[in-house]
C-alpha cells in the first residue's frame, strides 16, 4: 500500500515552454504532498508543501509563479513549471502523506526528470 | 531551523566489508523525526527507517542497523557484509513535529560496494 505514482517520467521540452507535471496517491488520500527538486549529485530540497483545497506553501527562494502547484484533491498535485529554461532541469520527486501530524512518513513518486532545451 | 549533515560525501568498500554511514543533525524541537532512504541510480527513494526523538534504541533490520544518539544528534547507519546491491546514495533526513511534516535532507552519501 501507500503507493505515488509521477507522470511523466521524464519529459523534455523547449525553452519557454511550460510543462505540467501530476502526482498521484494511487491507494490513499494525502491530508498533504510536498515537491522536491534535486540536481545532479545534490541533495533533494523542498520546493512546496500543499494541502488538498488551499494554497500551496512555498519555500523561500521559489518562485510561485514559475512553479505553479495545485492540489486540487485528495489523490492528486499538479506541478507546472511555467516558461522552463535550461536551468531548471532537474529531478522533481513528489510525496504524499496521510497523517496529520510532522514526522508521518512521506511515500515519495519515482520522480520526474526534465530537460530543458 | 532543522539540519542534517552527513560529511561523507562518497564512500568505497569492497564487498562484504561492514561500513557505516554518518548523520548529525540539529534542531530546536524535542519532538523530532530522522530517517534514512536509499537512492539507487534509477532515482526512486527507498525508504529504510523512521525514529521518532523518544525511542534511542538501536534497531537491526537484516545486514541494515542504526545507532541512535542523542547525546552526540546522531543517527548513524551501518551496513554488515555489504554488497554490489547496496551501492546507491543515502540519504538522512529529519522532520519537526511541529513544522508541517516539513523533511529536511542531508547532502547524501554515495556508497560504492566493489566486488
Known amino acids: 500500500g501507500a503507493v505515488v505514482s509521477q507522470h511523466p517520467s521524464w519529459v523534455i521540452c523547449k525553452s519557454g515552454t511550460s510543462v505540467k507535471i501530476e502526482c498521484r496517491s494511487l491507494?490513499?488520500?494525502?491530508?498533504?504532498m510536498f515537491w522536491y527538486r534535486q540536481f545532479p549529485k545534490q541533495s533533494l530540497m523542498l520546493m512546496a508543501t500543499s494541502n488538498e483545497g488551499s494554497k500551496a506553501t512555498y519555500e523561500q527562494g521559489v518562485e510561485k509563479d514559475k512553479f505553479l502547484i495545485n492540489h486540487a484533491s485528495l489523490t492528486l498535485s499538479t506541478l507546472t513549471v511555467t516558461s522552463a529554461h535550461p536551468e531548471d532541469s532537474s529531478f522533481y520527486i513528489c510525496?504524499?502523506?496521510f497523517g496529520a501530524g510532522g514526522g508521518d512518513e512521506q511515500y515519495f513518486g519515482p520522480g520526474t526528470r526534465l530537460t530543458v532545451t | 531551523a532543522q539540519k542534517v549533515t552527513q560529511a561523507q560525501t562518497e564512500i568505497s568498500v569492497v564487498e562484504k566489508e561492514d561500513v557505516t554511514l554518518d548523520c548529525v543533525y540539529e534542531t530546536r524541537d524535542t519532538t523530532y523525526y530522522l530517517f534514512w532512504y536509499k537512492q539507487p541510480p534509477s532515482g526512486e527513494l527507498v525508504f529504510l527507517i523512521r525514529r521518532n526523538s523518544f525511542d534511542e534504541q538501536n534497531e537491526i533490520s537484516g545486514r541494515y542497523s542504526w545507532n541512535f544518539q542523542k547525546s552526540t544528534s546522531s543517527f548513524n547507519f551501518t551496513i554488515t557484509a555489504s554488497q554490489v546491491v547496496d551501492s546507491a546514495v543515502y540519504f538522512c533526513?529529519?522532520?519537526?513535529?511541529?513544522?508541517?511534516?516539513?523533511?529536511?535532507f542531508g547532502a547524501g552519501t554515495r556508497l560504492t560496494v566493489k566486488p
Open positions: 533526513a529529519l522532520s519537526e513535529a511541529g513544522n508541517n511534516n516539513d523533511m529536511r
Open positions: 491507494d490513499f488520500q494525502a491530508t498533504t
Open positions: 510525496s504524499a502523506t
